[in-house]
């Protein structure tokens, strides 16, 4: 089955943390990986996504991921925090083809505290 | 661009009345999917089209959600009659053709808050 888990419901740090969040899936073939943001009271962003070729990628604000194709994982990381990173996460898979749909994982609320 | 658009952004109606919830998706995208978001359930797909056409509807919660997408620019989704447990956000995302090269995220509009009392 088509699945994305992410590791931690909710996660809160203090200001200059370093984060990590986890995030594994269930999926056949290959597949693109992206991370979105829910900033409070807004929709999803894009933060960063996979798409081939160097399996660490970097995004916006800070934040890069690691692919790691024997783990089928697809980590989330931030050397230090600022409050302003106070938001939900979502890892999110989907399949090579126009007909694949996005499975979202369940998302991490992650809390900054100043 | 304009980014997705989707109106009306919040809509407060009454148990049993009709809904019609709209979005417009970024020219030249031929994905649409709609999500319902809240947070007992967190984020769910609804249903999606490629090229105006539905391909998965598996998501729809039952026979009183129906959604269309008559052209490329333009889809809605209908709750006919609405519950109180309708109540959520609903976003509209839409994303690139997959060509070489194009990873095809999606891009997501500012969500519906509908509100069923």
């Known amino acids: ?114 | 661009d304009a980014g997705v658009i989707q109106s009306p952004r919040h809509e407060v109606t009454e148990m049993g009345q009709e809904v019609t919830l709209r979005c417009k998706p970024i020219s030249g995208h031929n994905s649409l999917f709609w999500y319902r978001q809240t947070m007992m359930r967190g984020l769910e797909l609804l249903i999606y089209f490629n090229n105006n056409v539905p391909i998965d509807d598996s998501g729809m919660p039952e026979d009183r959600f129906s959604a269309k997408m008559p052209n490329a620019s333009f889809s809605t989704l209908k709750i006919q009659p609405s519950e109180p447990r309708d109540s959520a956000v609903y976003f509209c995302a839409s994303s690139q053709p997959r060509l070489a090269g194009s990873s095809y995220e999606q891009y997501f509009g500012p969500g519906t808050r509908l509100t069923v009392t």
């Open chain 1, 1 to 114: 089955a088509q699945s994305v888990s992410q590791h931690n419901h909710h996660v809160i740090l203090s200001e200059a943390a370093s984060l990590e969040l986890g995030c594994n899936y269930s999926y056949g073939g290959t597949v693109n990986l992206f991370w979105y943001v829910q900033y409070p009271g807004q929709h999803l962003q894009l933060l960063l996504k996979y798409f081939s070729g160097d399996p660490l990628v970097k995004g916006i604000k800070g934040f890069e991921a690691e692919f790691i194709k024997s783990k089928f994982s697809f980590n989330l990381r931030k050397p230090s925090v600022q409050w302003s990173d106070t938001a939900e996460y979502f890892c999110a898979v989907r399949g090579k083809t126009s007909y694949d749909k996005v499975i979202f994982g369940p998302g991490t609320s992650l809390s900054v505290i100043p």
